[in-house]
């Protein structure tokens, strides 16, 4: 009996470690074609904003060791260079609004010399509360560190040392390796309040 429950524990065991092996070099290769596939996918993340048609921008062919030392600030971005740099083309009639909604936010850029080629954006009550409204970095110009930067300067314009994020399914990643913590919960109030029979 012992040696029939020592076979069946060690057909087992050899049966367990041959299964995760096999699902470890299964997760391997779905991670290594994933990662083949990223760049593709994600050719115009942006955090916050709708993504670009294809081809509405050139992208630059700079080589990461071509790279100068960048200009990074608060407050300076261009409304033209931002929406050019977003791959945002708003109507005539709206580019009021639209640079009066920018002129409300915290924003900070990153510089090439004289282009534009990050911005992250706070939205914040200047004591309470402070938001990511977006962050873009051109494509050219990603995996850099520019994104982490933007980031970390984005934290420190917070009042409370806070800043809260709400990501897009794409954009997770990004986020999740800077270290951010992951929400319990979000929601989007797109239609007016429903009656409870509580009133």
């Known amino acids: 009996m012992l040696k029939f429950l020592g076979v069946v524990f060690v057909g087992g065991a050899a049966a367990g470690l041959a299964g995760l092996a096999l699902g470890a070099a299964a997760g391997r290769l779905w991670e290594h074609i994933h990662r083949l596939r990223r760049p593709a996918q994600q050719d115009e993340a942006i955090v916050g904003l709708p993504r670009a048609a294809k081809g509405t921008r050139t992208p630059l ?18 409304v033209n260079a ?40 706070i939205l914040t009550d200047g004591y309470f509360f402070a938001a990511l409204s977006d962050i873009v970095v051109h494509s050219a110009y990603r995996q850099r560190g520019i994104g982490r930067e933007l980031m970390n300067r984005a934290l420190g314009c917070t009042p409370a040392g806070v800043l809260y994020i709400v990501a897009r399914d794409h954009s997770a990643g990004f986020f999740h ?23």
């Open 177 to 199: 390796a800077l270290g951010c913590e992951r929400g319990s919960a979000g929601f989007t109030m797109q239609a007016l309040a429903k009656t409870t029979a509580a009133g």
């Open 61 to 78: 062919s700079i080589p990461p060791e071509a790279l100068p030392p960048l200009r990074f600030g608060v407050g300076d971005v261009d």
């Open 82 to 121: 931002y929406l050019a740099l977003a791959g945002l083309s708003p109507r005539a009639d709206d580019l009021a609004r639209v640079s009066a909604a920018v002129e409300k936010t915290i924003n900070i850029g990153a510089w090439n010399g004289d282009r534009l080629v990050g911005v992250a954006r």
